[in-house]
Each structure stands twice: as C-alpha cells, then as structure tokens.
C-alpha cells in the first residue's frame, strides 16, 4: 500500500472530532435504549432542558462559566504536553483566595477593587496548588499526571479541615464558611441586565461569565501572541528543538502550570462570588475533571473550548432535566456522555483516522475525475 | 493494658478488612504498570465490580456468580483500556479517565433501570453474600492467653475475600517473579522492544497483564458489595483505587512492598476515626483530615525523591511502536 | 560475483547458508533498501560495510523480522523463506546483537537470557540447563559471565557477551551483529574479535555490519559494500585494501560545481583549547581537541560519524557543557565553570544548523514562519510589539523564502510539509539571516536535494566572504573536500591530522577517518 496521505486540515479540525462526538452519542444512545428509553426523546428533552425553557439559558451559561476556567485549565498544560488532572483541586483552593482577599480587602476598599483583587487572589491560590506539582515534575522528575491527582485529594482534605474547622460559619453544623461580604459578589445577570432595564428570568447565571469570556481570549493572546506562548507551544511539541533554541524548559514547565492552576483557580469565582457567596463542600462538584473533556474536544483552542463548554454546559443542565421527564435515566446519563466523549475525542481520537482517510481520498479523486 | 492490647487488636482487623480491596486493587496495578501500562482506571474497575457484583447477587441470590460477574465486568473495562493504549495506542492517562466516568455513570445509569432506587442496590441478605468465616481450632486456641485472642480476632473471622486477597499477594509476587508470564511481563514493561526482539508479542502480553489486573479489581468490587457492605451505593469506591495506584507507587511496583503500603495505608484509615476527638500526649488533637491526606502525601514525597528513589517501570506509558 | 549468481538461479543454492535477492524497502517516501542481493557462504565471517545512513540496519531489521521487506526473496539453507517476526527469525537460527542492546538493565544475566525461551511456564523448570548452557558455551568460547549478576553492574563489553551468548543459547548459526565496536574500548574490540574468531571456527556464519575500515581487514572472509541504499559491490577480503573499500562506500559522485574563490583569513575568531567532555556513560567522546577558525575561512571536519563530532558542535552552541579544557569564541572565553546556554551563543553572534534537523531544527508541527524565528523569538524577528507579530513575523518568512528560493511560497505551511530541501533551506535562512561571526554547521545537505546542496553550498561561501567563520562538520567528503579552506580529521574524539583543502583526496582522508595518519604532505 501507498504511503497514507494526512488528512486534509479541516477534516482534522472539524470533521474527524464531530465524527468521534457522534460515536459518542452513538453509544450513549445505545445505554438509553437498552435501559428501555427512547434516546431520540432523551435527546429533544436534554436540549429543551438545556435552551428552550425559561432560564434555563441562564443555567446552560452558569455551567458554561466553570468548563471555560477548567478546560483552560486542562488546554494550557497540554500545549506544553503536561497532563493537568489537578483542575478539581486548584479549583478548590481557589476558594480559600477569595476567602483571603474579603477578609483582608472587604472591610476598606469599595466592591469593584473587592471583586478584582478576589478574582486575582483565586487565580494566584490555584496557580500554588499547581506550581507544586509543575516545580515537582520540572525538577525532581515526578509526573505531574499522579501528583495532581494526588493534589486533589489533599485539596479535598485541606478544604474538609477548613470548612469544618476553622473557617466554619459559628452557630453552624454543616461544613461551609461564612457568606463572604455583599461588597465581594458579583452581580447575578438579573441584576446585571436589571441595570439596564432589561428583564432576564432568574438563575445562577453571572458576571463570571465575562471573566471566562475574558480569560478565553487572555489564553488565545497567551498561546498564539505571547513569547511565553510560543515557549510552552515549543516544549510541548520538542523539547529537544526548544532546548536548541535556547527555551529553559523547566522554567517552561513550571510557568505552564502555574497558569494552568490559575485558570482552575478561577472556577471558584463564578461558585463563591456568584452563586453561593460561601465557599461550600465539594462545590467543585467534577467540574476540573470535565474540563479534560473540554479541553479534548475543543482541541485546546478557545473558540473549540467555548463550544466544548456551551455542549457540556447544556448536557449539565439538560441532564438535569432528565430527572424530571424520565423514571429510568438521570443526569447521571451526563457521566456516561462525558467519559464517552473523553473515550472517543481523546484515547481514541485516531481510531477513524485510516478510514475517514480513505474515504475522503476516494471522494476528492472522485471529485477530480469528474472534472 | 489488656484494654489497649484489645484496642489495637480491633485496629488491627479493622486494618485487615480496609486494606483488603487496597491489595486486590495495588496488585491490579502492579500488573498493568508493570508491563509498561499506566492504570489510573484502577477506581473505574473497582467501582464497576462492585456494582455488578451486587446487582447479580441480589438478582440471582448466589454471591459466587455475583462474583464471577464482577471479574466479569472489570475485565471488560481492562479489554477497553487495552483496545484504546494498546491497539489503538491511545493515551493511557485519558483512557483511564474516561474509563472512570464510564463506570461513574453506568453503575447509577444501569442501577437505576434495574431497581429503581436511585442507584443503589437492594440489601442483599446474609446468604447472599460471602459472610465471615469461623476458621479451624478456635474454640481450642481460645484457651491459650494472647494467641488466643489474636487468632479469634485478628486471624479468623473475617469473609473468604479477605483470605483470597491475602493469598492473591504471594501469587502475584510468584507469578511475576517465578513463572516464565511474570519474566516476560516485567520485561514489556521495561524494554518491550527487547521483549519483540525476543520473539515475543507485546500486544498480546500487554493485554493478558490488562486481563489479569481485571481479575483483582473485580474480586475487590465484589469485596465491597457483598462481603463488607451488603449493597451498592454510589461511588462506593470512593477513591480506593487511587490509594491503591499510591500503594503501587509506595511498594516500588512490587508486590510485597505494596502490600505492606496498603496495610499501612489501611492502618491509618483503621486508627483515623478512633483517634478523632482524643487527646494525644504532646501533639494534641490529630485532625482527621491530616491522617486521610497522610498516604498522598507520603506518596508524593517519594515520589519527587525526598525519601527513597522511586524505580518506575522503564518503559510505563510509552505505547510500543515498532 | 555475477557469476556465482547465474550459478544460484541456476539451482545450486545450497552452497550459500543465507541468500538474499532483489530485497526492497521504503519508509514513507525515503527508499531505505534498493535491491538488495547479498550471498553469505556458511563458517565465515562475511562484512558488511557503509557509511550511516546506507541502509546496513535496515537491511539487517529484515533479516532478523523487525521489518518486512516491501519486496525480494530470501533463502536460507537454498531453502525459500519468509521471515515475518523475530519469532521466525530465531526458529531458523538467526541472532542478532543490536548496535542498542536489547537487554534489560534490571535484570539478571540469567533472565536476561532465558527471556523468550524460558523452558516452561515455571522459571525453575528452564533455570538449571540455562546456566548449565551458559557456562558451557562460556567455557568453550572464553567468554564467561556470572549469570546471576545485574546487567545494570556490567560494562558495555561484558553487556555484549550476555546479547551474544543470548543469541548462541537459543541455537543461532547465523550471528548479525551490528555495529559492535561502536561501543566498545579498542581491548575490548580485540577480545570481541577473538571470539568471533572461536565462533567462525565452531562453524557459526557471522554477518558483521560496521562502517569501519579497519575491522573488516582485520576479521573477514568476505565484504559486502553498500551506499545510499543499494549494494555497490562484493569483494574477497583478501583481495582488496582498504583504499578501494573507502572509494566504494563513500562513492564518486559527480562533484557538484561550487566556486570558490581564494580564501581570505583574518583574525582568529575560534580557538579551542584541550576541549574535552564525555558521555553519560562516562567514556570520554571528545579528547583533548585544539584548533582555531579564522574568520572567512571554512574548517572542514572529516570523521565516520559517532567519532566526536555531534559533541564538539553541541558544546561550540552552547547546548551542552564542556567537561575539560575551554575555548574562546570572538575573545569571550567558555570554561567548564562558565554558565553556556544556546541563548548566549546566538547573542554572541554564533549560528548554529544542526546535524538533525528534525530533531533540533525545527519544530516539525510548527508553521514555516514560527520555525523562522526558532531561537530568536526573543528578538526584534517576531516584531517589536510586546506580543508576537504575526504579520511582521510572516512578512520575514515571505522575504527569506523569496531570497532562498524556499518552495512552496507559503509561510503559514507546517514545516512537516516541506522536502528535506526546503526544510533544511528554512533552518539555513534563519541561521544566516544574523550574518552570524562564527557558524557551525553540522550535516547541511543530508536528506537534500542536488539543486538544494549546491544553493545552500554557495550560500556557505559567499558567507565565508563576508568574514565568517564556519566549522562545517558532515560525513559526506565531497562535501568537505568541495568547501573546506582547511580540513580536520576526527578519530575517536581525538583530531588525527588537519590538512590544507586542496590536499586533501577521498582515499586518503578515508585512512586518516580509520585513525592512521598520512604526515602533512603527500
């Protein structure tokens, strides 16, 4: 046989990843109808869930707001072929930043510097509980795979200690903190449009959302604009090129997940400041680990992360509806969409390379016979 | 003191019965690691084991096909692993992460259809699961002072699972070690293309170390559901398997050492609820948090080279291109 | 020879314990094996000689089945065979001791050797008869090793021993070894050749395949020459010399037509002082190395790859640490003690095309104007905004691809997509684009066209005429011979001789790469 031609560069940006989110479906399809639901049913309420009803836009771009920040997360140790698994725990500390900057700032400085000095302190308390992590694996050689992951379980235990300790509301039972000061939240979008005389119907929906608007293109200026970016895209490629060009690349590494964390860092605005104004038990709820999805799908590229996110966010909160509508399959279908998507987009991202290659070879000859 | 010397006895067993699905899963994951497969799919495999295991049980009463079906089921998420990092030589980070949402969804998914109990399983009655067995000699040995107590205690008593995983430690360092399977695996996970060069296939080897990490994780689910607990609950793994893969990393991928790992990881958890609240001379209360965060810690200390030099398998990770 | 072929297709094949005919192989687009015949008679040593890159381990890949042939016939006692993995290879008694070895450092000599033919399931059950084995074989061939010893705690010779009593426990007759010298001590090379010789007269056939003169005339019956992917020619050991091997495997192709004016040195912009570094297995790769270059002039350096080459210009770049002695580039002395990075070099005006292109070069998944700036994205090449300039960036890839005639015309391909040409044209615009002081310039037309290698060779000159500079290292000796002012010779990290240009002819810098010194003057 010939040598196998690559694949065009569109059928490798768009076609083959919607070919493997198909597969994706596909199979959860299959779950739905084996446990005796109509999936296509299952399909038209997740997406009334996720768009049609009222607020239930404000809720699909609630969710949308945390994938942004972890699938950046996950994006940007990728483009240094770093394995960030640690997006739930940086997530989760991040909170503690918030905590920090309220009580340190609240009490003196009016709310817009409250809320910026908030969003910076989570960034900067995720971007810590990376650093370890990058500095362990650019230095001492441990992988950064099965350090963050053991980061998110001592996350997970620093955060249980905190909220039940000494960071508990007084007078309270359950694990949480106190509600942060009204000068640290960010306006929900009813109140945002309410300023403008728009009506919005009520959800969780809020300014963080713009942060991830924001933090979407601070990544794309980052990675493609930035001499720091064509670093990390160098050591990520070749190290052994990097190296020749004169990259230091354990800096590299150890600058890369400090960023990464910092965007995880960053998810625990849109919960503390936006939603909860606490920080609260598991609030982070697998939302760093979905962000390896994210990132998969979107092919570590904002605009692909954006939709990746909006997709993910409209399973969240379409899956949701699930519960409602049907006996037999719960949200709980989402976790099952989403370690398909990551089977399919990521371990097995080629498997349809050889022959979506043939097929399109066979097509365009085709095509030039024709003219 | 004979107070405190039936404390730590109970500790003990305690120990035992927390360490036991540590071990099934550690030598799971000695298995695949060892020939060259990174398995973070550990948890994904447990938790799927457990739920079939349960399910099967309480659909057929028998808790022996509970646990043939749970063997079942992990092996077939190792097949998945192996068809995406061997044959298809995908990631085998993501691979496992996916595998682990895979099993995170399905077990409440198919729980669900099949009971309608918001993912749990029904309480399985005590013949239908493996039950503590009354080991020879007891009455007799009772009469003996301290090794009377220790072997009512500590040695017998416990369910058949338990003494399976005890007895699965010194197979698995047999068979890695001593058998011609166990000489040709560590040597895939170390330079597989000697192992080719050898007139070996890698792909097949791989995947029978893939098959065989799915035989321990299945029979450590079953543990979970139908010999310590008595039904399914939802992410009744808990994290177990990744304090297993710490345990593989602690025991220098090898299977006495990671047992000892996963005994001392279970001692911590043994002691961590009966130390909550108490007083400790000198250092006061330990916070319970700090005993559970212990084994992560411990474990990325040795890892970065602060005690001891980890030897991970040479070639772990790499898919084998010729 | 062609006679004795006529006789093989004739029937008589089993005068010849292993034949082969007509064997092709590509890789992607690059033809590793054309045609191959080869003959080996049993119970001798027959040589297999070339330069890199002429396709010896390809060919030897096959033999032993971790490659299949495209297409060819093998025959192996007159016998038609297909040999499909290094199962089947070792079934009909084919061993090979890799140029890498193939053993496992963690293990013992023992299981290092049962490995793949165990004797049963149960280790027990084949352990007794394989050190009974072992030791037998050691005694008979004086080659013995403890077989319960770590393989991490032996040196390469002894490493050597286990893969060849590996490869003469599972029963081979035919022995491939590839390479073996490379690593070895010059004792321990003359101890290898004492058992090679115990083999041959226990009547194993042993292929050895080397780029070594020096080693062929000294141990083999037969020699089999190979360049550029094809068999050059068969010859009797003991009726050639080691001139007409050299010519054979270095080739006389056309000399491509570069002018070159009358050098012009000026003053003095490399001296190299005793420089010396070694590996990470601790040999010692580069050995007491003293020269100059003057500026606008070219210092050829001519040796058989491996020879300390790729370590001199790694250290001259600053991308690895001298180990002893130092060197002053443009009057900035560089000791061991001295902090080197590439970073440095290149702002002390110093370029550098490396030997590997895709290795170093480029990023091979980054576009064409990315690798543009590959080292220099820090300077004012990639714009003087505080972020990178893409289009000021793009317009500096247009421009040097318009000046080095880089085809196609389009900044924003991958680099991957290039030829080997092209690519190495966009590695050489960049180095140049500086007007560098001093260039080292390792292998600068491997993989590359004709109509690339005399552009990029004149490009090199007219920059020696602008007062540059330039070590140019490369294994190819027209290419020294056509652009070296003075010529270097590199023997085992050490210079054997250096030689005016025009002094220099292919036979002679061939003795001078074996290690034998030719006096200044012929």
Same mark, same amino acid.
């Given at each position: 046989m010939s040598v196998r031609k690559p694949l065009p560069r569109w059928a490798d940006l768009i076609l083959l990843p919607f070919i493997n989110l198909c597969a994706a479906f596909f199979v959860c399809g299959i779950v739905v109808w084996i446990i005796g639901e109509n999936p296509w049913n299952a399909l038209i309420v997740m997406i009334k869930g996720a768009f049609?009803?009222?607020?239930s836009l404000g809720y699909t771009l609630y969710y949308t707001t945390n994938f942004i920040f972890t699938g950046l997360a996950v994006a940007t140790a990728f483009h240094a072929n770093?394995?960030?698994?640690g997006g739930e725990g940086q997530a989760y500390v991040g909170s503690l930043g918030i905590l920090l900057a309220t009580a340190l700032f609240a009490p003196y400085l009016p709310g817009i510097f409250v809320i910026l000095l908030c969003i910076v302190c989570s960034a900067l308390m995720g971007a810590a509980w990376a650093l370890i992590p990058g500095y362990l694996q650019a230095k001492?050689?441990?992988?950064v795979v099965i350090t963050t992951i053991m980061f998110n379980f001592l996350a997970s235990a620093l955060m249980v200690w905190l909220l039940a300790?000494?960071?508990?509301?007084?007078?309270?039972?359950?694990p949480q903190s106190d509600l942060i000061p009204k000068n640290a939240h960010l306006p929900s979008a009813e109140t945002f449009f309410g300023w403008f005389g728009i009506d919005v119907a009520s959800s969780?929906?809020?300014?963080s959302f713009l942060v991830a608007l924001i933090a979407l293109f601070v990544f794309w200026v980052l990675i493609w604009k930035t001499r720091l970016g064509y670093e990390i895209r160098a050591v990520g490629k070749n190290q052994d090129a990097a190296n020749y060009a004169g990259i230091n690349v354990s800096r590299t590494i150890i600058i890369t997940m400090t960023i990464s964390g910092a965007f995880a860092g960053l998810l625990a605005i849109n919960e503390v400041?936006?939603?909860?104004h606490r920080a609260i038990l598991n609030f982070t709820a697998g939302y760093g680990f979905t962000g390896i999805a994210v990132a998969l799908m979107g092919r570590n590229h904002p605009i692909g992360i954006f939709f990746a996110s909006l997709l993910f966010g409209a399973l969240f909160q379409g899956g949701a509806e699930l519960d409602f509508e049907?006996?037999?399959?719960?949200?709980?279908m989402v976790l099952l969409i989403q370690g398909m998507i990551i089977l399919f987009?990521?371990?097995?991202?080629?498997?349809?390379n050889p022959a979506l290659s043939r097929i399109l070879t066979r097509v365009l000859k085709g095509g030039e016979h024709d003219d | 003191m004979i107070e405190f010397f039936f404390q730590f006895l109970w500790a003990l067993d305690a120990t035992l019965r927390v360490a036991t699905p540590l071990m099934l899963c550690a030598m799971a994951g000695i298995f695949s690691e060892r020939s060259g497969i990174v398995d973070i799919s550990l948890e994904g495999k447990l938790l799927s084991g457990a739920f079939v295991a349960a399910t099967i049980a309480s659909l057929t009463g028998s808790a022996w096909l509970g646990l043939g079906g749970a063997i079942c089921a992990s092996v077939l998420m190792s097949l998945l692993h192996g068809f995406a990092?061997?044959?298809?030589?995908?990631?085998q980070v993501v691979s496992g992460v996916a595998i682990n949402f895979l099993a995170s969804g399905l077990t409440v998914i198919l729980g669900i259809a099949i009971f309608k109990r918001g993912g749990q399983t029904p309480t399985l009655s005590s013949d239908e699961r493996f039950r503590p067995i009354e080991l020879w000699f007891v009455d007799i040995l009772d009469n003996i002072p301290i090794l009377g107590s220790v072997y009512r205690e500590?040695?017998?008593?416990?369910?058949?699972l338990v003494y399976v995983a005890l007895i699965c430690v010194p197979v698995a360092s047999f068979i890695l070690y001593r058998t011609r399977f166990g000489l040709r695996l560590r040597a895939v996970g170390e330079s597989p293309i000697a192992v080719d060069s050898a007139g070996v296939s890698v792909t097949w080897l791989r995947y029978r170390a893939l098959i065989v990490g799915g035989v321990f994780c299945g029979i450590a689910g079953a543990y979970l559901s139908i010999?310590?607990?008595a039904n399914f609950v939802r992410?009744? $793994? !808990?994290g177990k398997g990744y304090i297993a893969l710490a345990a593989v990393i602690f025991g220098n991928w090898r299977p006495i050492r990671a047992f000892w790992a996963c005994l001392m990881f279970g001692f911590l958890d043994a002691i961590t609820s009966r130390l909550q609240g108490v007083d400790l001379p000198i250092i006061g209360e330990i916070p319970s948090q700090l005993m559970v965060a212990l084994p992560y810690i411990m474990t990325i200390l040795l890892l970065s080279g602060f005690i001891g030099r980890p030897s991970p398998p $040479? !070639?772990?990770g790499l898919p084998y291109r010729k | 020879m062609s006679k004795m072929t006529q006789e093989t297709s004739g029937g008589?094949?089993?005068?010849?314990?292993l034949e082969l005919q007509k064997v092709c192989k590509s890789f992607g687009l690059v033809q590793?094996?054309?045609?191959i015949d080869l003959q080996i008679q049993p119970g001798t040593i027959h040589g297999i000689i070339g330069e890199n890159g002429a396709g010896k381990s390809t060919l030897m890949n096959i033999l032993y089945g971790l490659h299949r042939a495209d297409s060819g016939r093998m025959f192996i006692d007159g016998a038609p065979t297909r040999i499909k993995s290094s199962a089947d290879a070792l079934l009909l008694g084919i061993g090979m001791v890799h140029q890498h070895f193939?053993?496992?450092?963690?293990?013992t000599v023992l299981e290092n050797v049962m490995l793949?033919?165990?004797?049963?399931?149960?280790l027990k059950l084949g352990r007794a008869a394989t050190i009974a084995k072992l030791k037998e074989l050691g005694q008979t061939f004086d080659m013995e090793v403890d077989?319960?010893?770590?393989?991490?705690?032996?040196n390469v010779g002894m490493r050597q021993r286990v893969e060849i009593l590996k490869a003469l426990k599972g029963g081979a007759k035919i022995l491939i070894l590839d390479e073996?010298?490379?690593?070895?001590?010059p004792q321990e090379a003359t101890q290898l050749f004492d058992i090679l010789n115990k083999l041959r007269a226990k009547g194993v056939t042993i292929l050895l395949i080397t780029h070594k003169l020096a080693e062929i005339m000294a141990i083999t019956d037969n020699v089999s020459i190979m360049r550029g992917g094809e068999m050059v020619g068969h010859r009797k050991t003991s009726e050639t010399n080691p001139q007409e091997l050299a010519e054979l495997m270095v080739g006389r192709k056309v000399l491509l037509n570069v002018e070159k004016p009358e050098a012009k040195p000026m003053d003095v912009a490399l001296t190299v002082n005793n420089l010396g570094c070694f590996s990470s297995?601790?040999?010692?790769?580069?050995?007491n190395l003293s020269f100059e270059v003057r500026a606008g002039e070219i210092l050829g350096i001519a040796g058989v790859?491996?020879?300390?080459q790729t370590p001199l210009m790694e250290i001259l770049s600053g991308m690895r640490k001298p180990d002893e002695g130092s060197f002053e580039i443009l009057g900035k002395k560089i000791t061991p003690e001295n902090e080197v990075t590439p970073n440095i070099m290149r702002e002390n005006f110093i370029g550098h095309i490396p030997e590997d292109r895709h290795k170093h070069?480029?990023?091979?998944?980054?576009e064409a104007y990315e690798n543009m700036v590959l080292?220099?994205?820090?300077?004012?090449l990639t714009g003087t905004?505080?972020?990178?300039?893409r289009n000021y960036m793009l317009e500096h890839c247009n421009a040097r691809m318009e000046e080095y005639d880089i085809?196609?015309?389009?900044?924003?391909?991958?680099?991957?997509?290039?030829s080997g040409g092209n690519q190495q044209k966009i590695v050489v615009a960049r180095e140049l684009y500086k007007n560098p002081k001093l260039l080292i310039v390792g292998?600068?037309?491997?993989?590359?066209d004709v109509g690339a290698i005399e552009f990029i060779h004149k490009q090199l000159i007219a920059l020696r005429d602008r007062g540059c500079a330039i070590i140019l290292v490369s294994v190819e000796l027209d290419e020294i011979m056509g652009l070296s002012d003075r010529i270097l010779v590199m023997n085992k990290g050490q210079e054997v001789e250096t030689i005016p240009g025009?002094?220099?002819?292919a036979q002679k810098l061939g003795l001078m790469m074996a290690g034998i010194s030719q006096g200044a003057k012929n």
């Amino acid at each position: 046989m010939s040598v196998r031609k690559p694949l065009p560069r569109w059928a490798d940006l768009i076609l083959l990843p919607f070919i493997n989110l198909c597969a994706a479906f596909f199979v959860c399809g299959i779950v739905v109808w084996i446990i005796g639901e109509n999936p296509w049913n299952a399909l038209i309420v997740m997406i009334k869930g996720a768009f049609i009803y009222p607020g239930s836009l404000g809720y699909t771009l609630y969710y949308t707001t945390n994938f942004i920040f972890t699938g950046l997360a996950v994006a940007t140790a990728f483009h240094a072929n770093l394995f960030n698994i640690g997006g739930e725990g940086q997530a989760y500390v991040g909170s503690l930043g918030i905590l920090l900057a309220t009580a340190l700032f609240a009490p003196y400085l009016p709310g817009i510097f409250v809320i910026l000095l908030c969003i910076v302190c989570s960034a900067l308390m995720g971007a810590a509980w990376a650093l370890i992590p990058g500095y362990l694996q650019a230095k001492r050689g441990s992988h950064v795979v099965i350090t963050t992951i053991m980061f998110n379980f001592l996350a997970s235990a620093l955060m249980v200690w905190l909220l039940a300790g000494p960071l508990i509301q007084i007078g309270q039972q359950s694990p949480q903190s106190d509600l942060i000061p009204k000068n640290a939240h960010l306006p929900s979008a009813e109140t945002f449009f309410g300023w403008f005389g728009i009506d919005v119907a009520s959800s969780p929906l809020n300014l963080s959302f713009l942060v991830a608007l924001i933090a979407l293109f601070v990544f794309w200026v980052l990675i493609w604009k930035t001499r720091l970016g064509y670093e990390i895209r160098a050591v990520g490629k070749n190290q052994d090129a990097a190296n020749y060009a004169g990259i230091n690349v354990s800096r590299t590494i150890i600058i890369t997940m400090t960023i990464s964390g910092a965007f995880a860092g960053l998810l625990a605005i849109n919960e503390v400041m936006g939603v909860q104004h606490r920080a609260i038990l598991n609030f982070t709820a697998g939302y760093g680990f979905t962000g390896i999805a994210v990132a998969l799908m979107g092919r570590n590229h904002p605009i692909g992360i954006f939709f990746a996110s909006l997709l993910f966010g409209a399973l969240f909160q379409g899956g949701a509806e699930l519960d409602f509508e049907f006996k037999s399959i719960t949200r709980d279908m989402v976790l099952l969409i989403q370690g398909m998507i990551i089977l399919f987009s990521g371990a097995l991202a080629y498997m349809f390379n050889p022959a979506l290659s043939r097929i399109l070879t066979r097509v365009l000859k085709g095509g030039e016979h024709d003219d | 003191m004979i107070e405190f010397f039936f404390q730590f006895l109970w500790a003990l067993d305690a120990t035992l019965r927390v360490a036991t699905p540590l071990m099934l899963c550690a030598m799971a994951g000695i298995f695949s690691e060892r020939s060259g497969i990174v398995d973070i799919s550990l948890e994904g495999k447990l938790l799927s084991g457990a739920f079939v295991a349960a399910t099967i049980a309480s659909l057929t009463g028998s808790a022996w096909l509970g646990l043939g079906g749970a063997i079942c089921a992990s092996v077939l998420m190792s097949l998945l692993h192996g068809f995406a990092c061997i044959t298809h030589k995908g990631d085998q980070v993501v691979s496992g992460v996916a595998i682990n949402f895979l099993a995170s969804g399905l077990t409440v998914i198919l729980g669900i259809a099949i009971f309608k109990r918001g993912g749990q399983t029904p309480t399985l009655s005590s013949d239908e699961r493996f039950r503590p067995i009354e080991l020879w000699f007891v009455d007799i040995l009772d009469n003996i002072p301290i090794l009377g107590s220790v072997y009512r205690e500590l040695i017998s008593g416990h369910s058949l699972l338990v003494y399976v995983a005890l007895i699965c430690v010194p197979v698995a360092s047999f068979i890695l070690y001593r058998t011609r399977f166990g000489l040709r695996l560590r040597a895939v996970g170390e330079s597989p293309i000697a192992v080719d060069s050898a007139g070996v296939s890698v792909t097949w080897l791989r995947y029978r170390a893939l098959i065989v990490g799915g035989v321990f994780c299945g029979i450590a689910g079953a543990y979970l559901s139908i010999s310590h607990g008595a039904n399914f609950v939802r992410e009744m $793994s !808990a994290g177990k398997g990744y304090i297993a893969l710490a345990a593989v990393i602690f025991g220098n991928w090898r299977p006495i050492r990671a047992f000892w790992a996963c005994l001392m990881f279970g001692f911590l958890d043994a002691i961590t609820s009966r130390l909550q609240g108490v007083d400790l001379p000198i250092i006061g209360e330990i916070p319970s948090q700090l005993m559970v965060a212990l084994p992560y810690i411990m474990t990325i200390l040795l890892l970065s080279g602060f005690i001891g030099r980890p030897s991970p398998p $040479s !070639a772990i990770g790499l898919p084998y291109r010729k | 020879m062609s006679k004795m072929t006529q006789e093989t297709s004739g029937g008589n094949a089993a005068c010849y314990i292993l034949e082969l005919q007509k064997v092709c192989k590509s890789f992607g687009l690059v033809q590793a094996n054309k045609n191959i015949d080869l003959q080996i008679q049993p119970g001798t040593i027959h040589g297999i000689i070339g330069e890199n890159g002429a396709g010896k381990s390809t060919l030897m890949n096959i033999l032993y089945g971790l490659h299949r042939a495209d297409s060819g016939r093998m025959f192996i006692d007159g016998a038609p065979t297909r040999i499909k993995s290094s199962a089947d290879a070792l079934l009909l008694g084919i061993g090979m001791v890799h140029q890498h070895f193939m053993l496992i450092p963690r293990f013992t000599v023992l299981e290092n050797v049962m490995l793949g033919s165990e004797g049963g399931a149960l280790l027990k059950l084949g352990r007794a008869a394989t050190i009974a084995k072992l030791k037998e074989l050691g005694q008979t061939f004086d080659m013995e090793v403890d077989p319960d010893l770590l393989v991490s705690d032996l040196n390469v010779g002894m490493r050597q021993r286990v893969e060849i009593l590996k490869a003469l426990k599972g029963g081979a007759k035919i022995l491939i070894l590839d390479e073996p010298t490379g690593v070895l001590t010059p004792q321990e090379a003359t101890q290898l050749f004492d058992i090679l010789n115990k083999l041959r007269a226990k009547g194993v056939t042993i292929l050895l395949i080397t780029h070594k003169l020096a080693e062929i005339m000294a141990i083999t019956d037969n020699v089999s020459i190979m360049r550029g992917g094809e068999m050059v020619g068969h010859r009797k050991t003991s009726e050639t010399n080691p001139q007409e091997l050299a010519e054979l495997m270095v080739g006389r192709k056309v000399l491509l037509n570069v002018e070159k004016p009358e050098a012009k040195p000026m003053d003095v912009a490399l001296t190299v002082n005793n420089l010396g570094c070694f590996s990470s297995r601790g040999h010692k790769i580069l050995d007491n190395l003293s020269f100059e270059v003057r500026a606008g002039e070219i210092l050829g350096i001519a040796g058989v790859s491996g020879n300390g080459q790729t370590p001199l210009m790694e250290i001259l770049s600053g991308m690895r640490k001298p180990d002893e002695g130092s060197f002053e580039i443009l009057g900035k002395k560089i000791t061991p003690e001295n902090e080197v990075t590439p970073n440095i070099m290149r702002e002390n005006f110093i370029g550098h095309i490396p030997e590997d292109r895709h290795k170093h070069g480029l990023i091979l998944s980054f576009e064409a104007y990315e690798n543009m700036v590959l080292g220099f994205h820090n300077s004012n090449l990639t714009g003087t905004k505080k972020t990178l300039d893409r289009n000021y960036m793009l317009e500096h890839c247009n421009a040097r691809m318009e000046e080095y005639d880089i085809r196609p015309r389009n900044s924003k391909l991958l680099a991957s997509s290039f030829s080997g040409g092209n690519q190495q044209k966009i590695v050489v615009a960049r180095e140049l684009y500086k007007n560098p002081k001093l260039l080292i310039v390792g292998e600068p037309t491997r993989g590359v066209d004709v109509g690339a290698i005399e552009f990029i060779h004149k490009q090199l000159i007219a920059l020696r005429d602008r007062g540059c500079a330039i070590i140019l290292v490369s294994v190819e000796l027209d290419e020294i011979m056509g652009l070296s002012d003075r010529i270097l010779v590199m023997n085992k990290g050490q210079e054997v001789e250096t030689i005016p240009g025009e002094d220099a002819n292919a036979q002679k810098l061939g003795l001078m790469m074996a290690g034998i010194s030719q006096g200044a003057k012929n």
